[in-house]
């Protein structure tokens, strides 16, 4: 089992920079890969960004949409999933989502085991 506990949402005006972060607690942060979801009322669960381990490397994916504006990184030691959001436009707005899975993960929300309970982010334009 995993358990995940997202932090850091909130307001801020379009132009602006949030920095999510999730911390896993259970088995070994490293085994899973981890990604970033987000969702509107109404809409379909949307990839944002993920990181996998192969071997001594890292990978990370992004969405179309933050290619360049956001940045996913983990921390080992602590257990620890952020992303980093820069340049945030309104359509940014959604709750996001912290999720896990053994393996190599994917864009599709349904290919994850793990969820946390999303924190909300609010982009004013």
């Known amino acids: 089992q995993v358990q995940l506990v997202e932090s850091g949402g909130g307001l801020v005006q379009a132009g602006g920079s949030l920095r999510l972060s999730c911390v896993a607690s259970g088995r070994a942060f490293s085994s899973y890969a981890m990604g970033w979801f987000r969702q509107n009322s109404g809409k379909e669960r949307e990839f944002v960004a993920s990181?996998?381990?192969?071997?001594?490397?890292?990978?990370?994916d992004y969405a179309d949409s933050v290619k360049g504006r956001f940045s996913i990184s983990g921390d080992n030691a602590k257990s620890t999933l952020s992303l980093q959001m820069n340049s945030l436009k309104p359509e940014d707005t959604a709750v996001y989502y912290c999720?896990?899975?053994?393996?190599?993960?994917?864009?599709?929300?349904?290919?994850?085991?793990?969820w946390g309970q999303g924190t909300q982010v609010t982009v004013s334009s």
């Open positions: 999720a896990a899975v053994l393996g190599s993960g994917s864009s599709l929300s349904t290919d994850w085991t793990y």
């Open positions: 990181i996998r381990r192969a071997g001594a490397y890292y990978y990370a």
